[in-house]
């Protein structure tokens, strides 16, 4: 099956030449030119979309008010910003959203091919490994990889964002040792860049507010390295499907 992409872009010019140039190299493109009328595709056909490409500059609510309505509908389907906004505070903005990349206009469509390309074959098989596993126990933290939640001694759930999400799992896959920061920006992000270094130490500040709770876990900095998530002695971990 080819893979689908949601593609959020109010000129028709650009839009048009995107979109016949992404089918031309085998994706499937559904084009909507509001954010309104991407969400609602969004809420009916998620399952079928396997990236959303966003410009920001839409008229109305704006790319970035876009990536707050997509977490209402709680999906784990990665996205893009195609902008000509490519100041350092909008580039940081879109990033701690969650984004997987940042593309300013004009850009090459090559280079936006093959981002395209690395990012859905890089999110599809962990995709489809989350719909396996719904809940992985380490110590005294829950995590629930379908809603992009955790829950700290049987507490309340507490969400967390899909990219906070992403990196929680890697930390705890390996649990104990040290996770590089270029290791996190490559996975996750596909490239080492300041922009995207600068939105991952947001999401382990975040993630390392929400672990205060735990008894048993804790995400100690290695300095000029990365992280560790570190386990008390004793601790089990494990899943339930």
């Not at 410009?55 to 990665?78: C, K, Y």
């Not at 990365?226 to 089990?236: D, N, P, R």
């Amino acid at each position: 099956m080819k893979p689908k992409i949601l593609f959020l872009e109010d000129s028709d010019d650009l839009g048009l030449v995107v979109k016949q140039l992404l089918e031309i190299n085998g994706f499937v493109v559904e084009r909507c030119t509001r954010a309104q009328a991407a969400y609602e595709y969004l809420a009916k056909f998620h399952a079928e979309i396997d990236l959303i490409v966003i410009d920001v500059g839409l008229p109305g609510i704006d790319g970035f008010q876009f990536t707050e309505m997509l977490r209402q509908l709680n999906t784990p389907i990665p996205f893009i910003y195609l902008t000509a906004r490519a100041e350092k505070d909008d580039r940081i903005r879109g990033l701690k959203y969650g984004a997987s990349d940042y593309i300013t206009k004009p850009f090459d469509i090559e280079e936006l091919l093959l981002r395209v390309r690395n990012i859905i074959q890089w999110q599809r098989p962990r995709r489809d490994t989350e719909t396996k596993t719904d809940e992985l126990v380490l110590g005294d933290l829950t995590f629930f990889s379908r809603d992009y939640a955790v829950s700290i001694k049987g507490a309340s759930k507490e969400m967390l964002t899909r990219r906070e999400a992403e990196v929680l799992a890697h930390l705890i896959r390996f649990a104990d040792r040290i996770v590089k920061k270029d290791e996190l920006l490559l996975e996750y992000w596909g490239s080492i860049d300041y922009f995207k270094g600068r939105s991952l130490d947001t999401y382990i500040g975040r993630l390392k507010k929400v672990l205060q709770k735990s008894d048993v876990l804790t995400i100690e900095n290695r300095y000029g390295v990365g992280w560790a998530l570190t386990v008390k002695a004793g601790s089990t971990v494990g899943s339930r499907p």
